[in-house]
T-cell receptor
Framework: DTEVTQTPKHLVMGMTNKKSLKCEQH?????MYWYKQKAKKPPELMFVYSYEKLSINESVPSRFSPECPNSSLLNLHLHALQPEDSALYLC?????????????FGDGTRLSIL | AQSVTQLDSHVSVSEGTPVLLRCNYS??????LFWYVQHPNKGLQLLLK??????LVKGINGFEAEFKKSETSFHLTKPSAHMSDAAEYFCVVSDLGGSQGNLIFGKGTKLSVKP
């Protein structure tokens, strides 16, 4: 069992739909991350939240909109996605976000865009 | 700038034989280094981390890695492979005290274990 919980595990949506991915951790971590992972590739960083504030946005298209309602929750709102956005979306957390801290990953949401 | 190179994209071993997954890094500062494992349809699980303490780092499930500064290497080893070790392994580097989210992933090594 992972300490970072992501829902849903699978999501299929059309290009005009609006959906949200959710991530929750109860380890008291103050940094949370969204990654995108394509098949047979390493994860690519999308966003970083530190103390509930967005600190890094890796030039992600605006059709992806992150939200951090509190220190335990992280959402990723999706709208008007493209087929190339189909991927595994991973959430992670770390104690405070300093680079030498390990990140703890959830099992991801497998997203398919029709 | 920091970078990490995993020297093998695929390694195949027989069950019960040793495992060696190779990783070289480049970093301007004292690096923090990690090995993560990813089983199919799962997230990444931390195997072990090096953060400037002992150069030989022991991790979970019998894995260990040795930090060699002179060779800029951080190879992952296990004395005896188990079928459950079959997975994708990522070597990751981060600058000590670096900016948030500054994890640099290698391209991954797929480990296959034959019965």
């Amino acid at each position: 069992d992972t300490e970072v919980t992501q829902t849903p595990k699978h999501l299929v949506m059309g290009m005009t739909n609006k959906k949200s991915l959710k991530c929750e951790q109860h380890m008291g971590h103050r940094a949370m991350y969204w990654y995108k992972q394509k098949a047979k590739k390493p994860p690519e960083l999308m966003f970083v939240y530190s103390y509930e504030k967005l600190s890094i946005n890796e030039s992600v298209p605006s059709r992806f909109s992150p939200e951090c309602p509190n220190s335990s929750l992280l959402n990723l709102h999706l709208h008007a996605l493209q087929p190339e956005d189909s991927a595994l979306y991973l959430c992670a957390s770390s104690q405070t976000g300093v680079g030498n801290q390990p990140q703890h990953f959830g099992d991801g949401t497998r997203l398919s865009i029709l | 700038a920091q970078s990490v190179t995993q020297l093998d994209s695929h390694v195949s071993v027989s069950e019960g034989t040793p495992v060696l997954l190779r990783c070289n890094y480049s970093s301007s500062y004292s690096p923090s280094l990690f090995w993560y494992v990813q089983h199919p349809n799962k997230g990444l699980q931390l195997l072990l981390k090096y953060t400037s303490a002992a150069t030989l780092v022991k991790g979970i499930n019998g894995f260990e890695a040795e930090f060699k500064k002179s060779e800029t290497s951080f190879h992952l080893t296990k004395p005896s492979a188990h079928m459950s070790d079959a997975a994708e392994y990522f070597c990751v580097v981060s600058d000590l005290g670096g900016s948030q989210g500054n994890l640099i992933f290698g391209k991954g090594t797929k480990l296959s274990v034959k019965p």
